[in-house]
């Protein structure tokens, strides 16, 4: 089968996150959720602990600063860099993610989590134009905190519950306008797509855990794979390390031998 990118992670966090300073913490969560598959799932007060911002608000460089203690780079861009909204569909239609500040009071009151909130607000973007129970949507995945399914009792309305497809359009302004700069710049943390390769032609086995035990679940022939960690397992040509990877075929998360890859990102 020819591989290709599908995300895997599609949770809506909630707990904590429904907290209106929490915006930047909440989506540093989820994109830590996407970059791992899944995986790693760390509480709102250790991530703002690993900020190092207790309280309060945060930055986009706060986020990275989170990151950056874990090890993983990501690239920032303020309005002060050249890094427009078009750049971010490219990064999007590419299989890339990203956390971005935007101005909530743009957004239609149909995608808004909270009509009274109109401030600066942080949401992870995700997959460009996505299909969703096999119907395909024009526009961007968003995880936005507040997007918990809340009902405002004074009105009877339910918030969205996430994440939910805003049109590019509505990212785009929500983005643009947030200081009512003359430019286009936006500001956004961009992570890294991460990906496996086959090291030679040869097939290689998909397995369902970092063992050789278990049947394989597919056979990878060609084309690259998304990857969200390294596990110890089985050794293979005297090497322990797995990838966990994202097998579209079955769209479930797998293992491949690190012997039989090579490794590559980029954003």
């Not at 909440?26 to 703002?48: E, M, T």
């Not at 050249?82 to 743009?106: I, K, M, P, Q, W």
């Not at 390769?197 to 597919?218: E, F």
Request: glycine share 8%; charged share 20%.
């Amino acid at each position: 089968m020819q591989a290709h990118f599908r995300p895997v992670f599609r949770k809506q966090l909630t707990g904590a996150a429904t907290q209106k300073d929490d915006c930047g913490p909440a989506a540093a969560r989820h994109a830590l959720g996407r970059l791992s598959l899944g995986n790693h799932d760390v509480p709102i007060v250790k991530i703002r602990s690993r900020m190092k911002l207790p309280t309060g608000q945060a930055s986009i460089n706060n986020v990275s600063a989170f990151f950056a203690a874990q090890g993983l780079h990501i690239q920032v861009f303020t309005r002060s860099d050249h890094f427009s909204a078009a750049d971010l569909r490219t990064h999007l239609a590419n299989g890339g993610f990203a956390v971005c500040l935007g101005d909530y009071e743009t957004v239609p009151p149909n995608l808004k989590g909270d009509l009274e909130f109109e401030e600066n607000h942080f949401v992870m973007v995700n997959e460009l134009n996505p299909t969703i129970n096999g119907q395909v949507f024009d526009g961007v995945l968003v995880y936005d905190s507040l997007d918990d399914g809340r009902k405002d009792p004074p009105t009877g309305r339910r918030a969205p519950r996430g994440p939910i497809v805003w049109p590019f359009a509505v990212l785009e302004t929500y983005l643009v306008n947030l200081s009512n700069a003359p430019d286009n710049d936006i500001t956004v943390a961009v992570f890294p797509r991460r990906r496996v390769r086959r090291l030679d032609q040869n097939p290689v086995n998909v397995q369902p855990s970092p063992s050789t035990a278990p049947a394989p679940i597919g056979t990878w022939l060609s084309g690259e794979l998304e990857h969200g960690g390294t596990f110890f397992g089985d050794p293979v040509n005297g090497d322990k390390r797995w990838f966990q990877v994202w097998w579209p075929e079955g769209a479930v998360r797998a293992f491949v031998p690190a012997a039989a890859v090579l490794e590559s990102t980029s954003f």
